[in-house]
C-alpha cells in the first residue's frame, strides 16, 4: 500500500540507543515468567511413553490442529469485520444513541463464552425460540449451529471487543489532522480511510485480532458446548479421561507452536506496513462524520450485533432466573463471590498494568531483536489451554516458592501474566501514538524521567492503560482454569459460581451469579468508557 | 466542551480507580500473610484465606478437594462443620482434573480428603499410592461393591446408568430390553450420548471387564454407526430429549430427576432401568478416600464418617436423587429400590482403566 510520505517517517528516532540495562531485566523477568508454562509442558512430554506418542502421530492430530487453526483464523477475522466498523461508528459518527451504544458493544466482553453458547442454542439451536418463531411461518429446519458455524459465531460475538476495544482507543488519540488534510486534497472518505485512517489503526486492530484468534484456539468451554472438535478440546478430553498429563503436555505444546505461528504471522503483517508516528501537536476533537441516510443500517447493525452477544444471553440468564423463581428455588446469598470476583480482577488489572508498561516502552521505544521477542514471548502464557498453564503453576510454585502456593497473590500474578497482552496491546498502540518527541522536550526543559512519565506520558497514555486494564479485569471474573485449581481453597468467584450450578444443570441457580457477573461488568465498562471519553 | 470545570471531577475519579486497584492488591497482599485462622465452628467454607497453603502445617481446618460441586455439597459440609467443630475449606472443581492436580502435587498436597464424582479419579490416585487405607468400621457400612478392595476409598452416594427417554415418541413397550440392542439399525440417529464424559466412560470401562476388548469395540462400532448425537453433558442430553433431537440418551439416573424439579412433572422425558443385571443399568458410586500425605488424618476420617451417616446419606437422597449407598437407607419415592435394580456383577475398582477405554473409544470414533 502506497502511504503518503508524512506516514514513511519512521516512528522512532532513537532506535539506535541501546535499552537501559534496568528495563531489560525488568522485561526478562516478565517474559520467563510468561514462558513457565510452556517448560512445564517440555518436562512433562518429555517423560511421555510410546502410547502418548503415538497418539500424536495419529493423523486424526493433524485434522484437529487444521480445524483449530480455521477456527482461529476466522475467529481473528470475523472480530475484525465487527471491532473496527463499531470503533469507528461509536467514536466519529452522529450514531443515534452513540454513548450507549459504546457502553453495549464493549460489555459482551463480560458473557462468558460457554454461558454465550447455551443461550445461543437456547435462542438459535434446534427447537430453540428462533426456530419455533420460525416453524410457524412455515420453515421447517434451521441450519445447525452445531459445529463450526455456532463456534464461530459464539467465539466471534466473545471477542470482537479486544478488537474494538484497541481500535476506539487509537481512534480517540488520533489527531484527525491528517485524515482531514488526505480529503482536502481531494481523497473521497472511502480512500482517505483506507489510505491514512486504516494504516494509523493497523497495530490496534492487528493486536486485537489476536487476541481474539488466541483465545479462540485455547477455548475449551464455548467449543464443547456447541460440539466443535477442536484441538484444545481434545487436549482436555486427554486431561479428562486419562490422568495422562505426558501425553496431554504433548499435544498443548504443538497447539502453542500453532499459536505461536499465528503470533508471528500477525508480527510480519505489521511490519510490512511503516511503523506510524502520528504528529501529536495540539490535538483536536475529530470532526463528527454525518451518517446521513446510512444512520439507520448502522444502528441496525449494532442492535444486531449487541442482541445477539448480549441480550440474548440476558434474555437467557432472565429466563432461567424466572423458571428457577417460580419453582420455588431460593435466591443464594452472593456477596463472597462478589467480593472474591471484585478483588481478583482489579488487583490483576492493576499487576497486568504495571508489568505492561515496562514490556510497551521496550518494545517501543527500543524497537528490535530482543524487543520483539520479549513481546512475543508474553503469548506463552495466554495461548496455553487453561489447565495446562494452572498445573505449570502448581508445579513451579511447589518447586521454587512453596510458601506462596495456593496464595491470593500467587492467583493475582497467574491473571496478570495469562492475560497479560490484553493490556500491553493496547498500552504499546497508545504509546505509538505518542511519539518520544513530547517526552524529550520536557526533559530538555529539565524535568526528571520520573516527572516526565508522571506528568507528560501517563496521562497521555491513559486511554490506552484504562482499557488495557478493563480487558485484563473483565477476562479475570470470567476466568475458570485457573480459579478452580491455582486459588486458594475456598476462594471462588462469580465465573465458578455459574460454572459449578450449570455444570450440574442446576441452570436457575447458575442464573443469580450470572447476572451478577454481567451487571458489574456493564458497570466497569460504563465507567472506564466515560472515563476514557472525559479525557479525551 | 468545558474542559477547565470538568477537570478537578475527571481527576477525582482517575484518583478513585487507582485507589481501588491499589487496594485489591494490598487486600491479595495481605491475605498472603494473613496466618491460618480459621475459627473453629465457623462456615469456613467461604472464607478465602489459604488455611490449606502447604506450608502451613497442621491446624484445625480439613482441606476437601471435592470432585463434586459447590451446589451439591457445599450445604453438607457446612453441615459437617457444626456437627463436629472443624472448620472445613474446599476446592471445587472436575473430579479428573482435580486428580491431576493431587498427582502433580504428590505428597506436597494440602489436601486432606478427596471426594470425587466416580470411581475411576479415586482408583487412579490409589495406583500411585497417594490414598490411606481406611477405618474398616466405616468400610463394613457400605456394600462391598461399592468400595476399594484395599479399603482405600469408600462409595458415598450411587448414580444407575439409565436410558432417558421422550414420553412423547415413545411407550415403554418401545423401549430395548438391553443397552446391547441400542446398535440395531431401528435406533439411528435417535440416540443422544456425551462420549466426553465420565460416566459414559466408566460404563465403557465395565463393558470391557464384563464382556471383553471386542464386545465391548462391537458395541461401540454399533452406536457409532448409528450417528448418535454428541453432547457435551448429560444434563445437555437430557434436554436434547426433551427438545426433540433425540428419542433416548444414555445417562445417569438423576439428571432427569433435576429437570424434572426445575421444569415441573409435564417434563415430556422419562428413566428407563434396563432389566436383567443388563449392562445398561450399571450403578458407579461418587466416593472419598483420605490422602496418604494428610497431617490431619483423624479429622479427615471424621468427614468420612459423616459422609456415611444418616443425616449425609438423607441429604444425598433428597437433595442430589442419587441413592445412599450405606446398607438400610431408603432412595427417592420416585426411584426404584437400589436392591431392585439388578446391577450387573463388577469390581468398581477395574473402572480406573480409563487409558483403555479413552483408547477404544478413539479408534472406534466414538470420542476424537
Known sequence: MALPAVLRRPAVVTSDRRPPVALLAVVAVIGVLA?????????????????????????????????????????????????????????????????????????????????????????????????GALESLGVERLPSIYGLPGALLVLTLATYPYVLLATRATLMRADPALEEAARS??????????????????????????????????????????????????????????????????????????????????????????ALQVPHGARRVARVVPLGRWRWAAVAFCATVVGLALLLPAVTITYWLVRGLGQGEPLQLLAHPIRDSLVAGAAAAAVAIILALPVAFLVVRYPGRLASIAERALYGAYAVPGIALALALVFFSLNVVPFLYQTLALLVLAYAVRF?????????????????????????????????????????????????????FLSTIKELPLTLLVAPTGFGTLATQVWGAANEGFFARAAAPAAVLMLISLTSVALLLRDGERSA | MDRAALAPRRRSHHVGVVTVMLGAILLAACSTGAPPTAPVGTSASRDPSPAGSASAGPSTSLTVYSGRTEELVGPLLEQFETASGI??????????????????????SPADVFFSQDAGALGALA??????????????????????????????????????????????????????????????????????????????????????????????????????????????????????????????????????????????????????????????????????????????AELVDYLLSEDAQTYFSEETFEYPLVGGMAADPGLPALDEIETPEIDLNALADLQGTVELMRETGAVD
Open chain 1, 185 to 274: 486534497l481531494g481523497d473521497s472518505f472511502g480512500t482517505a480511510f483506507r489510505r491514512v485512517t486504516l494504516p494509523l489503526l493497523a497495530p490496534a486492530i492487528g493486536t486485537g485480532a489476536l487476541l481474539a484468534a488466541l483465545y479462540a484456539i485455547s477455548d475449551f468451554g464455548a467449543v464443547s458446548i456447541l460440539r466443535f472438535d477442536s484441538f484444545a478440546r481434545a487436549i482436555h478430553v486427554q486431561y479428562r479421561s486419562s490422568f495422562d498429563r505426558s501425553g496431554a503436555a504433548a499435544l498443548a505444546l504443538l497447539l502453542v507452536a500453532a499459536a505461536f505461528a499465528l503470533v508471528w504471522a500477525e508480527a510480519r503483517v505489521r511490519r510490512r506496513r511503516a
Open chain 1, 420 to 472: 497479560l497482552p490484553q493490556a500491553t496491546g493496547t498500552t504499546r498502540a497508545a504509546l505509538m501514538l505518542i511519539g518520544p518527541r513530547v517526552p524529550e522536550a520536557a526533559r530538555s526543559l529539565g524535568r526528571s524521567p520520573f516527572q516526565v512519565l508522571r506528568s507528560i506520558t501517563l496521562p497521555l497514555l491513559r486511554p490506552g492503560l484504562l482499557a488495557g486494564a478493563a480487558l485484563v
Open chain 1, 35 to 131: 514462558m513457565l508454562p510452556l517448560a512445564y509442558l517440555v518436562i512433562r512430554a518429555a517423560g511421555a511413553d510410546e502410547r502418548a506418542l503415538e497418539l500424536i502421530a495419529r493423523p486424526r492430530t493433524v485434522e484437529l490442529l487444521i480445524s483449530s487453526v480455521v477456527l482461529s483464523a476466522g475467529v481473528g477475522l470475523g472480530a475484525m469485520l465487527l471491532g473496527v466498523p463499531l470503533a469507528w461508528l461509536t467514536t466519529r459518527t452522529d450514531l443515534p444513541g452513540r454513548r450507549a451504544w459504546t457502553v453495549l458493544t464493549v460489555a459482551p466482553l463480560a458473557v462468558p463464552s460457554y454461558v454465550l453458547a447455551f443461550a445461543l442454542i437456547a435462542g438459535l439451536g434446534p427447537r430453540g425460540a428462533l426456530s
Open chain 2, 127 to 300: 495406583e500411585e499410592g497417594l490414598l490411606a487405607p481406611l477405618d474398616p468400621e466405616v468400610l463394613g457400612r457400605v456394600d462391598a461393591r461399592f468400595q476399594d478392595d484395599e479399603g482405600r476409598w469408600v462409595g458415598v452416594s450411587g448414580r444407575a446408568r439409565v436410558l432417558a427417554y421422550s414420553t412423547e415418541r415413545l411407550s415403554e413397550a418401545d423401549l430395548p430390553g438391553s443397552v446391547t440392542d441400542l446398535t440395531d439399525p431401528a435406533w439411528a440417529g435417535r440416540i443422544g450420548w456425551a462420549p466426553t464424559n465420565a460416566s459414559l466412560q466408566a460404563f465403557v470401562t465395565a463393558f470391557r471387564q464384563l464382556e471383553g476388548e471386542e464386545a465391548a469395540r462391537a458395541w461401540l462400532e454399533g452406536i457409532v454407526a448409528n450417528d448418535p448425537v454428541v453432547y457435551a453433558s448429560n444434563t445437555d442430553a437430557v434436554q436434547g430429549v426433551a427438545a426433540g433431537e433425540v428419542d433416548v440418551a444414555l445417562v445417569n439416573h438423576y439428571y432427569l430427576m433435576r429437570l424434572l424439579a426445575e421444569n415441573g412433572p409435564e417434563y415430556p422425558v422419562a428413566n428407563h432401568f434396563f432389566p436383567g443385571g443388563d449392562l445398561g443399568s450399571l450403578v458407579n458410586a461418587a466416593g472419598a478416600a483420605i490422602l496418604s500425605s494428610s497431617e490431619r488424618a483423624d479429622a479427615a
Open chain 2, 87 to 108: 472448620a472445613v475449606q474446599a476446592r471445587y472443581g472436575d473430579s479428573a482434573e482435580l486428580a491431576a492436580l493431587l498427582l502433580e502435587e504428590g505428597d506436597r
